[in-house]
């Protein structure tokens, strides 16, 4: 069991003003070029990962800023949409954010779970979208790579696995802490989430050796913010 005074809440500030719901493109704008681009997302990871029969898959990116959480939050929902039972788990707890994304409170999570102190079906949240569900981080840890890398995690991922057609995580940018590459190592596939303009080459090379070198396997990249759509979500290619 955890042991809970090594967990407390930090103090974030946030730092983006928007209404973080409004970036559910594929709810508010579902006829638009980034909603139909989500969806060739979701037809390419059908296809690549056909012969498992549920499905983990790791969104992360270079850095910071870059679309990882957006990406999957509306990954999850055309895959919700095409009648797939869907587990969103924030495992940013750098700076967790699906919680606000979806307008779900964040009063228990992951960190509850894994302490036994609450059960994965108390822990996670109904979203506004049929057969999505979401599971906030809870309370933040002071040793996320820990926990992350915990034999606790592995079961609940497996529990999860059993549960759910799939299950997308969000973590925190390669570039910047471990915790990528810890969940690297236990799921079926990673997507990799670059901004055109502001992801450098540097960055990007740096990130994809550090995740291959664990033995991850990189399913695609998704490339954001691009003049090809004016949403500013544009294209998924194969790695």
């Not at 790791?58 to 009648?83: D, I, R």
């Not at 979806?102 to 822990?123: K, Q, W």
């Not at 979208?129 to 991922?157: C, D, I, Q, Y």
């Not at 079926?188 to 080459?201: M, N, R, Y």
Request: proline share 5%.
């Amino acid at each position: 069991m955890l042991d809970r005074s090594r967990l407390m809440r930090r103090a974030k500030t946030e730092s983006m003003s928007e209404d973080l719901s409004g970036w559910l493109v594929t709810i508010t704008e579902p006829r638009s070029g980034a909603s139909e681009a989500y969806r060739m997302l979701r037809t390419n990871l059908l296809y690549v990962l056909s012969d498992a029969p549920s499905k983990v898959v790791l969104l992360t990116s270079p850095g910071p800023m870059e679309g990882k959480s957006t990406t999957c939050a509306n990954l999850g929902v055309v895959l919700a949409q095409a009648e797939m039972s869907v587990l969103l788990v924030d495992c940013d707890f750098q700076r967790p954010v699906l919680h606000r994304v979806f307008g779900v409170p964040n009063l228990r999570g992951i960190t509850d779970v894994l302490a036994e102190e609450h059960s994965l079906r108390e822990a996670r949240q109904e979203s506004p979208v049929p057969n999505l569900k979401v599971l906030p981080t809870g309370l933040l840890p002071l040793n996320p790579a820990e926990l992350l890398g915990s034999a606790r995690f592995a079961e609940l991922l497996a529990q999860v696995r059993q549960e759910f057609d799939y299950v997308l995580l969000d973590a925190p940018p390669a570039s910047l802490f471990s915790d990528a590459f810890i969940l690297a190592r236990q799921v079926d596939g990673l997507l990799l989430v670059v901004d055109a303009k502001a992801t450098s080459q540097r960055d990007l090379r740096r990130a994809m050796h550090g995740l291959r070198n664990v033995g991850s396997k990189i399913l695609g990249t998704v490339l954001n913010n691009t003049d090809a759509s004016e949403t500013g979500y544009s294209s998924y290619t194969y790695g």
